[in-house]
C-alpha cells in the first residue's frame, strides 16, 4: 500500500523549521489573559497580548457576557441572513456606530474574515486594489479573493502612491486604496490625511484596516479616523472586536449603503454562524464603558511612553513605533528566537517574530504594554531585557 498518508512532503518542511531554528510548539496559557499569566506551568509578565485596555477579563463584560447568555443561550443557531440575527446584534452595531462616528456597522466573526468578506463584496473584475506593501496578511487574502486587478505601493511612500494612482486611474472604472490604520509590526501610523487627499483627487475609495488603532488612538479608542479627523472621507473603516475590546469580532464602519450591500454579498455573513450571545453581550458593554470614560486608553498611553523610554534608553533598536506596540528589532532569526527563550526562563514572555512574517534579518520580540501592567511589573520586564541582552551581546 502507498505511504501517502504519511504526508511526508510536511514531514520534510517542518524538518526544515526545525533546522532554519523557527520551529515552535503552540504556547499553553493556563490562567486568563492578564498583565501577568501562568504559561506553560510558570508565572510570566505577559507581554504579547492584543489586550490593550486590559478587557479580557474585566468584571463588568465578565457580567454581561453571563447575563446574555442567560438570556439568549450560548450560540445564535444560525448565519444572520436566516436567524441568526438577534436584536443583541442590532443594538451591538447601532452602538459601534455611534462611537464610531459613523453611519452604519457591519460586524463580522473576526477581524480576518471583515477583510477576508468585505474586500471581494465591494471590488470586481474591471477595478483595482493598490495596498501598502506592509498591510496585514488578512488583506492580502481578502484582496486575493477579489477578482480585480491588484497592485502595491512602498510603504507609506505618497510619492509612489501617486506614482500608481496616475498609471491606474483612466484603465480602472473603480480603484480601492487598502492601508493598515496602525503596522501591527513596527507601530507606525499610516500617513492618512495624506491619502484621503491623494485618494479624492483621484476619484478612489480608502479602505483602513484599524485592528490596531482600535480602543488605542483617537479620543476614548476610537481609532485612527478619529485622530486624524477625517470623519465621512474614509469609505470603509475596519475595526476588531478582539484586541483592545477584548472579546472577538470584527466591523466595518461606514455608511448605510455599505452595510446594505455587505448583507447580501459579505461571504462570512453569509455562511457562517453568527456572533455567540456572550461576546456581543461583552461587546457591547466594552464600547460603553469606552464611551463613558477615557480612563483606560490614558492608562495605556502613560504605561505605553514610560516602557519605550526605559528600553530605549538601554540602547535596543524600538525601530519607528509611534504607538504602545514596541518592536525589539534583533535581526537574526534564531537569534531572536533564542532571545524570546532566554526572556521566558527569567519570567517574561514575549514572542519572537520572524520571516516570513517580517522581512529576513529584521526577527524582533514584539512588545505589547497594555493598560494593565503596572509600572512595577513593566520596571521589572525591563530589568529582564537588560539581563538577557547584556548576557546575548546584544546590549
Known amino acids: 500500500m502507498s505511504n501517502v498518508h504519511e504526508l511526508s512532503f510536511l514531514k520534510e518542511k517542518i ?20 498583565a501577568e499569566v501562568i504559561l506553560n506551568g510558570k508565572r510570566v509578565i505577559n507581554l504579547s497580548s492584543n489586550n490593550y485596555l486590559g478587557f479580557a477579563n474585566h468584571p463588568r463584560l465578565k457580567k454581561a457576557a453571563i447575563e446574555a447568555v442567560e438570556k439568549y443561550g450560548v450560540g445564535s443557531g444560525a448565519v444572520r441572513t436566516i436567524i441568526g440575527n438577534m436584536d443583541l446584534h442590532e443594538e451591538m452595531e447601532r452602538l459601534l456606530a455611534e462611537f464610531k462616528r459613523e453611519e452604519a456597522v457591519m460586524t463580522f466573526q473576526s477581524g480576518f474574515n471583515c477583510n477576508a468578506g468585505t474586500i471581494q463584496a465591494i471590488t470586481e473584475k474591471g477595478d483595482v486594489i493598490i495596498s501598502d506593501e506592509l498591510n496585514h496578511a488578512s488583506i492580502i487574502d481578502g484582496a486575493r479573493l477579489s477578482r480585480a486587478d491588484k497592485t502595491v505601493y512602498k510603504h507609506s511612500d505618497m510619492n509612489h502612491l501617486e506614482a500608481v494612482l496616475k498609471e491606474c486611474r483612466a484603465k480602472y472604472r473603480n480603484i480601492l486604496i487598502i492601508t493598515d490604520g496602525v503596522f501591527s509590526m513596527d507601530g507606525d501610523i499610516a500617513p492618512l490625511p495624506d491619502i484621503v487627499e491623494l485618494a479624492e483627487k483621484y476619484s478612489a475609495m480608502t479602505y483602513v484596516d484599524d485592528a490596531h488603532g482600535s480602543g488605542v488612538l483617537g479620543e476614548s479608542g476610537r481609532g485612527t479616523v478619529d485622530h486624524f479627523h477625517l470623519h465621512g472621507r474614509v469609505d470603509f473603516s475596519i475595526g476588531t472586536l478582539s484586541k483592545a475590546i477584548g472579546v472577538i469580532g470584527g466591523y466595518v464602519a461606514g455608511s448605510e449603503t455599505m452595510r446594505e450591500w455587505l448583507s447580501h454579498r459579505g461571504r462570512p455573513l453569509l455562511f457562517s454562524t453568527s ?13 460603553k464603558l469606552l464611551m463613558s ?42 537569534k531572536t528566537m533564542e532571545f524570546s527563550r532566554r526572556l521566558f526562563e527569567n519570567g517574561v514572555f514575549v514572542s519572537g517574530i520572524v520571516f516570513p512574517t517580517v522581512p529576513k534579518g529584521l526577527g524582533r520580540v514584539r512588545c505589547m504594554v497594555t493598560a494593565g501592567h503596572t509600572k512595577e511589573q513593566l520596571e521589572r520586564a525591563v530589568e529582564v531585557f537588560k539581563l538577557v541582552g547584556e548576557e546575548m551581546r546584544i546590549l
Not at 18 to 32: C, M, N, Q, T
Open 15 to 34: 524538518q526544515e523549521l526545525k533546522d532554519l531554528g523557527v520551529y515552535r510548539k503552540l504556547p499553553i496559557l493556563e490562567s486568563a489573559s492578564e
Open 275 to 287: 456572533l455567540p450571545p456572550a461576546a456581543v453581550g461583552s461587546i457591547i458593554e466594552a464600547v
Open 293 to 334: 470614560t477615557t480612563e483606560y486608553t490614558d492608562r495605556l498611553w502613560d504605561n505605553a511612553r514610560f516602557f519605550k523610554e526605559k528600553i530605549s534608553r538601554l540602547g535596543f533598536n524600538i525601530g519607528n513605533s509611534e504607538t504602545p506596540i514596541t518592536p525589539v528589532i534583533i535581526g537574526d532569526e534564531a
